[in-house]
């Protein structure tokens, strides 16, 4: 029996807005996004430092640059197949210690093999964040507030970045790179403290691996026959592609390209990312209030992740053709782009999943996600091997960039609940 998209009348939501404990949560998930994004993306803004240091070859950058998305991907799925088994209070908080262990090591590394397997590390703590905050937001937050609950965890990846690029950019111009990862590591650790606090245990029983009436919980093969499923995927590549060059190598070509000194790329590429977050918290907000005026789900989540896309793939190739001061605006053009593509990327999955699946369906989605993720950073330093220059780099990206916006326009079909088949399955037998 194949999975359906349940009919409009058949939607199920939660029924109330989420008490005051779990705005408190909301507030450390996104706290706990922009501590992720600075512990993932501070090595593209020591990597100029890095290169000299260490005698490293652009495709050597290439690959330190790609292994967190590496073991990030590969993990999703066994994060995902956790998050909806176990207690996801304790799943977050063991991967936000591994990977703040990770970036603490990272700074007492003293070549490329204890450089490389760091950033490995990282990518396995981190890749409980995503299932992780679906789960939540899909248990907890009705469809008319995820568009602003996403919004607020992602403004928290954007100034992530915004504030390793900008300040860690600065400090590690002036301190050196590895005093900043130490302090970054360690200091992030406290961030446990509160989340124990105001977390709750997860009560619902279902949730836990041990229970026998757990086969209503949908598996990843009936996840894989949905089309939308496939699209989600399809999708994400595409954006992460754009993201990670963005975050990866977009640092080093402004530095090496363009000829910036470290605190010009670091003021560039901190407005892009601030931008980006304003314009993700901007367009959540839109999004829910377009909905709750009487818009559809289908048309404003999908409006907004495809024309944001197609946003970035126009701005893109500008980057490499224009001049130095074009060059920048273009640049914060396809960060604000990625910002209001962003906003809606993961209140469709939390709306297809449903708080049962959304832990598997975020893991796989994510999976395959970053393996776009993976791919763009190493693939632009063989491109740089090979050529010597950046413009096939920047082409491929907005190739990639186009596709994405084609994929949520027209992959994904509704924006609704799905109604699972081993759901439906276990209340006739129950019956």
């Given at each position: 029996?194949?999975?359906?998209?349940?009919?409009?009348?058949?939607?199920?939501?939660?029924?109330?807005?989420?008490?005051?404990?779990?705005?408190?949560?909301?507030?450390?998930?996104?706290?706990?996004?922009?501590?992720?994004?600075?512990?993932?993306?501070?090595?593209?803004?020591?990597?100029?430092?890095?290169?000299?240091?260490?005698?490293?070859?652009?495709?050597?950058?290439?690959?330190?640059?790609?292994?967190?998305?590496?073991?990030?991907?590969?993990?999703?799925?066994?994060?995902?197949?956790?998050?909806?088994?176990?207690?996801?209070?304790?799943m977050l908080a063991g991967g936000f210690f591994l990977w703040s262990v990770a970036t603490a090591a990272t700074g007492l590394a003293g070549g490329f093999a204890l450089l490389l397997a760091a950033r490995l590390v990282l990518g396995v703590g981190e890749s409980v964040v995503?299932?992780?905050?679906?789960?939540?937001?899909?248990?907890?937050?009705?469809?008319?507030?995820?568009?602003?609950?996403?919004?607020?965890?992602?403004?928290?990846?954007?100034?992530?970045?915004?504030?390793?690029?900008?300040?860690?950019?600065?400090?590690?111009?002036?301190?050196?790179?590895?005093?900043?990862?130490?302090?970054?590591?360690?200091?992030?650790?406290?961030?446990?403290?509160?989340?124990?606090?105001?977390?709750?245990?997860?009560?619902?029983?279902?949730?836990?691996?041990?229970?026998?009436?757990?086969?209503?919980?949908?598996?990843?093969?009936?996840?894989?026959?949905?089309?939308?499923?496939?699209?989600?995927?399809?999708?994400?590549?595409?954006?992460?592609?754009?993201?990670?060059?963005?975050?990866?190598?977009?640092?080093?070509?402004?530095?090496?390209?363009?000829?910036?000194?470290?605190?010009?790329?670091?003021?560039?590429?901190?407005?892009?990312?601030?931008?980006?977050?304003?314009?993700?918290?901007?367009?959540?907000?839109?999004?829910?209030?377009?909905?709750?005026?009487?818009?559809?789900?289908?048309?404003?989540?999908?409006?907004?992740?495809?024309?944001?896309?197609?946003?970035?793939?126009?701005?893109?190739?500008?980057?490499?053709?224009?001049?130095?001061?074009?060059?920048?605006?273009?640049?914060?053009?396809?960060?604000?782009?990625?910002?209001?593509?962003?906003?809606?990327?993961?209140?469709?999955?939390?709306?297809?999943?449903?708080?049962?699946?959304?832990?598997?369906?975020?893991?796989?989605?994510?999976?395959?996600?970053?393996?776009?993720?993976?791919?763009?950073?190493?693939?632009?330093?063989?491109?740089?091997?090979?050529?010597?220059?950046?413009?096939?780099?920047?082409?491929?990206?907005?190739?990639?960039?186009?596709?994405?916006?084609?994929?949520?326009?027209?992959?994904?079909?509704?924006?609704?609940?799905?109604?699972?088949?081993?759901?439906?399955?276990?209340?006739?037998?129950?019956?």
């Open positions: 029996m194949a999975s359906i998209p349940s009919s409009p009348t058949a939607r199920t939501q939660p029924s109330r807005a989420p008490s005051q404990t779990m705005r408190r949560v909301l507030i450390l998930l996104a706290l706990s996004a922009f501590i992720n994004f600075v512990d993932r993306g501070n090595l593209s803004a020591a990597a100029p430092l890095l290169k000299t240091e260490l005698a490293l070859s652009d495709f050597r950058l290439g690959i330190l640059l790609a292994a967190f998305f590496w073991s990030y991907a590969f993990f999703q799925m066994f994060s995902g197949w956790l998050v909806d088994r176990l207690d996801v209070k304790w995503y299932p992780s905050y679906s789960k939540i937001l899909a248990r907890y937050f009705p469809e008319e507030q995820r568009g602003l609950a996403n919004s607020i965890i992602i403004t928290g990846f954007y100034a992530g970045p915004a504030f390793g690029l900008f300040f860690g950019g600065i400090l590690m111009g002036r301190y050196g790179w590895r005093s900043f990862f130490l302090l970054l590591g360690l200091i992030s650790l406290l961030w446990l403290l509160p989340w124990f606090q105001c977390m709750p245990r997860e009560r619902d029983k279902h949730a836990n691996a041990g229970n026998p009436h757990d086969s209503d919980t949908p598996g990843i093969f009936e996840i894989l026959k949905l089309r939308s499923a496939w699209g989600t995927c399809a999708a994400l590549a595409c954006l992460d592609y754009l993201s990670y060059f963005l975050l990866t190598w977009m640092p080093t070509y402004l530095v090496r390209g363009r000829n910036f000194s470290m605190d010009q790329m670091a003021a560039t590429m901190g407005a892009a990312y601030v931008l980006c977050a304003v314009v993700a918290a901007t367009c959540g907000w839109l999004s829910d209030r377009w909905i709750i005026a009487g818009a559809t789900p289908t048309l404003v989540r999908k409006g907004f992740t495809s024309v944001g896309m197609a946003g970035a793939a126009i701005f893109v190739m500008p980057c490499v053709l224009a001049g130095p001061r074009l060059a920048t605006v273009m640049v914060i053009l396809v960060a604000t782009s990625l910002g209001a593509c962003s906003s809606n990327v993961w209140a469709i999955t939390q709306t297809l999943a449903g708080p049962r699946a959304a832990g598997r369906w975020t893991g796989i989605e994510n999976f395959v996600g970053n393996l776009g993720g993976a791919v763009a950073p190493a693939l632009t330093g063989f491109v740089l091997g090979r050529t010597g220059h950046y413009f096939w780099a920047f082409t491929i990206t907005a190739a990639v960039s186009l596709l994405g916006a084609l994929s949520w326009a027209f992959w994904i079909g509704r924006v609704e609940p799905v109604v699972w088949a081993s759901r439906v399955r276990a209340k006739g037998v129950s019956g």
